[in-house]
């Protein structure tokens, strides 16, 4: 990709994971996008591997994991690995997976939970490790209301 990898912070401070991810993976979809999930929890790619086909009732994400046949296919991948399978121009970070390397992404997606403590730390060393090495960076934070504002 001759562009730098965006990467946005998102700061969970109201809601969960669970009701933030599948918004964010809609809006990667809309845009045309494929996108890679990347934790570094087995279960978390368990869970959402079921959550995802059933979040809302009038909707579901199509999805695989990367231990799953024809990972290249998946619009949204959910791996616990460094590789980037099914091409995604997006990268969504959980559990302080490790980035690896952002020059197949156009952006790449940071959300941690503004509760805890040890996710904060990471994310802070984080935003310092990819603003050192020149990519572009946006902090996103949970408005008064349920949507999102830019803060940096």
């Given at each position: 990709?001759?562009?730098t990898?965006e ?26 996008w ?11 790619i ?7 086909w059933?979040w ?13 046949p ?21 990268l ?6 490790e ?15 503004g ?26 934070r949970?408005g008064a ?8």
């Amino acid at each position: 990709m001759a562009e730098t990898c965006e990467v946005w912070f998102y700061h969970l401070e109201r809601s969960t994971l669970d009701q933030v991810l599948p918004e964010l993976l809609e809006k990667t979809l809309q845009r045309g996008w494929k996108a890679l999930v990347r934790t570094s929890d087995s279960d978390r790619i368990e869970h959402l591997d079921s959550w995802l086909w059933s979040w809302r009732e009038d909707s579901f994400i199509g999805h695989g994991t990367a231990a799953e046949p024809f990972a290249e296919r998946q619009p949204v991948l959910l791996s616990d690995k460094l590789d980037n399978p099914n091409g995604a121009e997006a990268l969504f970070l959980l559990d302080g997976a490790e980035p690896g390397d952002l020059s197949a992404h156009a952006r790449c997606i940071l959300l941690f939970d503004g509760r805890d403590e040890a996710a904060l730390a990471t994310a802070r060393g984080r935003w310092k490790g990819f603003k050192d090495a020149g990519h572009p960076v946006s902090y996103w934070r949970q408005g008064a209301e349920r949507g999102w504002e830019k803060q940096a």
